[in-house]
């Protein structure tokens, strides 16, 4: 996991070396984006369910992933399973989880950028790609409703943005 960070690190000041020595830090900000963790299928309420067994042990999985990473804020949806996949994180970061609206992507990543704070976005499999396009000015689509190990790195310094796609794998059964 150490190693992991430092690789997180060392592409951060990689992708903004030219502006290091130049600019304050307050210049450079990443967003983590992921999809929340796996949700319980069997549960009788399907359109809001809460996180399996696998989806709690991802949800602290992320909590350590992001331990030594600086963050300001943490955004979620309005629903069980993304809160319940911020919350780990929240709690050991002591930061209130903020809401965001999923149908209102484009408004959002612009209020992302233009508050330059290094955050975590806790979205869903038709949200998180797509939003991590519009943060970088790519498009991005949603992805398969299989995949729960996507973490997308935006770092941004200036006006240089650049995309990283990492991977936070769990061998779990429910």
């Known amino acids: 996991m150490r190693n992991l960070i430092l690789l997180l690190v060392?592409?951060?000041?990689?992708?903004?070396?030219e502006h290091i020595y130049a600019q304050n830090d307050d210049d450079i900000f990443t967003i983590y984006l992921v999809r929340h963790s796996e949700k319980d299928l069997n549960a009788t309420n399907y359109s809001n369910p809460p996180l399996s067994k696998c989806g709690e042990k991802?949800?602290?999985?992320l909590n350590q992933f992001l331990k030594d990473v600086p963050?300001?804020?943490?955004y979620s949806t309005d629903y069980i399973r993304t809160l319940s996949t911020a919350t780990p994180t929240a709690k050991s970061k002591n930061l209130?989880?903020?809401?965001?609206?999923?149908?209102?992507?484009?408004?959002?990543?612009q209020e992302l950028i233009n508050r330059q704070q290094?955050?975590?976005v806790v979205g869903h499999s038709n949200t998180t790609a797509v939003?991590?396009?519009?943060?970088?000015?790519?498009?991005?689509?949603?992805?398969?409703?299989e995949i729960y190990d996507r973490i997308y790195q935006?770092?941004?310094?200036?006006?240089?943005k650049q995309l990283h796609l990492l991977h936070l794998p769990l061998d779990c059964q429910d």
């Not at 060392?10 to 070396?17: G, I, P, R």
């Not at 939003?131 to 409703?145: I, N, P, R, S, Y």
Request: negative net charge.
């Open 96 to 109: 209130e989880i903020m809401n965001y609206d999923p149908r209102k992507l484009e408004a959002f990543s």
């Open 131 to 145: 939003l991590a396009g519009l943060l970088v000015d790519e498009t991005l689509g949603a992805f398969d409703l």
């Open 58 to 61: 991802r949800s602290e999985l």
């Open 154 to 160: 935006v770092v941004i310094c200036n006006s240089k």
């Open 118 to 120: 290094d955050a975590v």
């Open 71 to 74: 963050l300001e804020v943490i």
């Open 10 to 17: 060392v592409l951060v000041f990689t992708s903004c070396s």
